[in-house]
C-alpha cells in the first residue's frame, strides 16, 4: 500500500499552517475523538473516525466510524494506530498527539517504536517539531532545522554515530539517566547524518529557535 496514514489526536495544534505543510491529498485520515476539533482547522475529511467520545460528540455524519468503549487499554490514537495496521498501512503522520497532557504525550511518542518494531515508518509532528525513531538506518537532517536532538527512550543505544553536526559522535552510548544529546545543529551547508548500531533514539528535529 502506497498510501499514507494520518492519524489526528486530541492535543492542541497552535501552528495549524505549519501542521498542513505536511498534509498530502491522498492521505488516509484517521480522526481520533478530540482530533474531530482540529478538522476545520487542517482542512481534511477524516476517512475513518474512532473514540470513546468523551471529549467529543459522535459527529454521525456518515464516514466510517468505530466507538469504543471509555473503559479500555488502549487510548483512542493507540487504538487507531493498530487499526491502521491491520488495514496495512505503512508510513504514518501523527499530528495533535503532543502537547499539554505529558502523559498522552508519552503515550503517543510510544507509538513511534511500536511502528517502528513493525517495521513501519512513522512521524509526530507538533508545532514545533519533528519526532521519529532512528536506528540502525542512517537518518539525515539538513540544515534547515535549528537544532535536533536524540533522547534515549528504550533503555538502550549504543554504537551512535552523529557526522557533520557541531556536536559529532563515533561509537557512542547515550543512557536514559545522562540525555546529553540536546540541541546538536547541522553543519552550515551540510546534512548530518545519525544511526544507531544497538537499540534506538528518539531524534527530535526543532524547526525554529
Known amino acids: 500500500m502506497n498510501r499514507r496514514c494520518v492519524i489526528v489526536g486530541g492535543a492542541g495544534i497552535g501552528d495549524y499552517e505549519f501542521v498542513r505543510r505536511h498534509l498530502r491529498e491522498d492521505d488516509f485520515n484517521i480522526f481520533c475523538d478530540g482530533g474531530l476539533?482540529?478538522?476545520?482547522?487542517?482542512?481534511?475529511?477524516?476517512?475513518?473516525?474512532?473514540?470513546?467520545?468523551d471529549s467529543h460528540s459522535n459527529p454521525h455524519s456518515g464516514v466510517e466510524t468505530i466507538v469504543l468503549p471509555c473503559e479500555k487499554d488502549d487510548t483512542d490514537t493507540v487504538f487507531a494506530a493498530k487499526e491502521a495496521v491491520k488495514r496495512g498501512f505503512d508510513s504514518f503522520l501523527l499530528i495533535g498527539a503532543a502537547g499539554a497532557r505529558l502523559?498522552?504525550?508519552?503515550?503517543?511518542?510510544?507509538?513511534?517504536?511500536?511502528?517502528?518494531?513493525?517495521?513501519?515508518?512513522?512521524?509526530?509532528?507538533?508545532?514545533?517539531?519533528?519526532?521519529?525513531?532512528?536506528?540502525?538506518?542512517?537518518?539525515?537532517?539538513?540544515?534547515?532545522?535549528?537544532?535536533?536532538?536524540?533522547?534515549?527512550i528504550t533503555g538502550r543505544a549504543r554504537g551512535i554515530t552523529v557526522k557533520n553536526a557541531k556536536y559529532p559522535l563515533q561509537g557512542a552510548e547515550i543512557d536514559c539517566t545522562y540525555q546529553?544529546?540536546?540541541?546538536?545543529?547541522?553543519?552550515?551547508?551540510d546534512r548530518a547524518v545519525v544511526s544507531v548500531e544497538e537499540g534506538e533514539l528518539l531524534l527530535i528535529k526543532v524547526t525554529r529557535g
Open 37 to 53: 476539533a482540529h478538522q476545520k482547522a487542517l482542512g481534511i475529511t477524516p476517512h475513518l473516525i474512532v473514540g470513546d467520545f
Open 103 to 152: 502523559d498522552h504525550t508519552l503515550g503517543n511518542v510510544s507509538i513511534l517504536l511500536k511502528l517502528h518494531a513493525l517495521g513501519r515508518e512513522a512521524l509526530l509532528v507538533d508545532d514545533y517539531s519533528e519526532m521519529e525513531i532512528v536506528s540502525k538506518n542512517p537518518v539525515y537532517i539538513d540544515d534547515s532545522y535549528p537544532f535536533f536532538s536524540l533522547l534515549n
Open 180 to 189: 546529553y544529546g540536546i540541541s546538536n545543529e547541522v553543519l552550515p551547508g
